[in-house]
């Protein structure tokens, strides 16, 4: 039966967020559904501004960046007026389901207005952090590696060019899947993530016997640490003093920052959104809801919304074991 669909992106934006709202909007159209974009994530619910979406509007959008619905934040839709007062929205709307692509912030956010409003709640997975349980990868990740990566190539040849030591902070918020697989890919010599970092002692330590080791190995070379944000305390700055205090002067600290979030998405985005956006669709009307699609060893899965937050997704072990024996037993 035909219902109308809305759809909006919230939190932290993520590259293939628009490839996705394309794949829902070509589903619904196939499933005969009405589909609307609500702007500014839940910003939209609470001003009631929403846009039809149409085959049209969603022509060419699978290779662009960003959102066009926007994507924010909105404290005012955390508290129980917010969430009534987005309730109502969606009833004036008519709206029967909800899908909201975004991070374990948005989906706290969908769960919150399920106590307020009975429609149907879809979440798909948009963040560049990977950070959400019951999903192998959310849209917008790959694309944040290959960036992270790149830019680290870049980095690598002027710290080559000096020798110097370079140290490359990441986004990744609580997660280290970011700066691990950045930190892989461009083979930077150590990285430090939330999942194994023990202590500014012990690991300045490692880093110190690995620049030394690496040294009396090759002589004078670049030293590239990735570094996730939020771990080392006081960030770059922090670990600057600590490896000055060590001794190591020549070091350059790089933010890589938002350029982590834009870009156009790369293929394996763009076919996470595509799939999960037709997989969402294909649940509209069914008595799924308060769930989360994702995919699992290239399948798509529903997950209880509450457990994309409440449990916590482990970083890939062979990887870990990996970036482990490269950091700390290549040079000794
Ligand atoms: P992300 O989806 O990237 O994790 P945020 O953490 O910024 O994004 O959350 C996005 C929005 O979701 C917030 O601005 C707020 O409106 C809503 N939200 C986040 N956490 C909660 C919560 N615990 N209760 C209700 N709403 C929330």
């Known amino acids: 039966m035909s219902k109308r669909v809305a759809i909006l992106t919230s939190g932290g934006d ?8 394309r794949a829902v909007a070509i589903a619904c159209k196939g499933a005969g559904h009405e589909l609307v974009g609500y702007k500014h994530g839940y910003n939209g619910l609470l001003e009631q501004e929403f846009i039809s979406l149409s085959l049209d509007s969603t022509h060419n959008l699978i290779q662009q960046g960003g959102t066009v619905l926007h994507s924010a934040r909105c404290k005012a839709f955390a508290s129980i007026e917010g ?4 309730a109502t929205n969606l009833r004036k709307a008519r709206i029967d389901t909800l899908i909201v692509i975004g991070g374990d912030g948005s989906f706290r956010g969908a769960s919150h207005l399920s106590q307020f409003w009975d429609g149907q709640i879809i979440g798909i997975p948009g963040t560049i952090d990977n950070d959400i349980y019951g999903t192998d990868a959310t849209i917008g990740y790959y694309t944040a590696i290959d960036t992270a990566m790149s830019s680290i190539d870049k980095v690598r040849d002027t710290a080559d060019a000096f020798e110097r030591i370079f140290l ?13 697989n950045a930190a892989l890919s461009s083979a930077s010599d150590y990285v430090i993530v939330p999942e194994f970092f023990v202590s500014e002692k012990h690991d300045i330590e490692l880093i110190i ?5 690496q040294r009396a190995f090759k002589g004078t070379v670049s030293f590239i640490i990735v570094v996730a944000e939020n771990v080392w305390p006081n960030g770059l700055a922090g670990l600057t003093e600590a490896l000055n205090q060590h001794g190591i002067d020549d070091v350059r600290p790089v933010t890589l920052g938002h350029v982590q979030r834009g870009g156009s998405p790369v293929s394996q985005d763009r076919l996470l959104a595509t799939t999960l956006g037709e997989y969402a669709v294909g649940l509209v009307g069914s008595t799924h809801t308060n769930i989360m699609v994702g995919e699992v060893n290239q399948r798509p899965v529903m997950v209880p919304l509450e457990e994309t937050w409440s449990k916590t997704k482990a970083l890939n072990e062979a ?9 700390n037993e290549r040079y000794s």
């Open 14 to 21: 993520a590259p293939g967020m628009n490839a996705c709202i």
């Open 83 to 86: 969430a009534n007062c987005a």
């Open 168 to 180: 490359v902070e990441v986004m990744g918020r609580h997660a280290g899947f970011l700066a691990l």
């Open 209 to 213: 016997k690995q620049i030394k080791a």
């Open 319 to 327: 990887r870990v074991s990996t970036m482990k024996t490269l950091m």
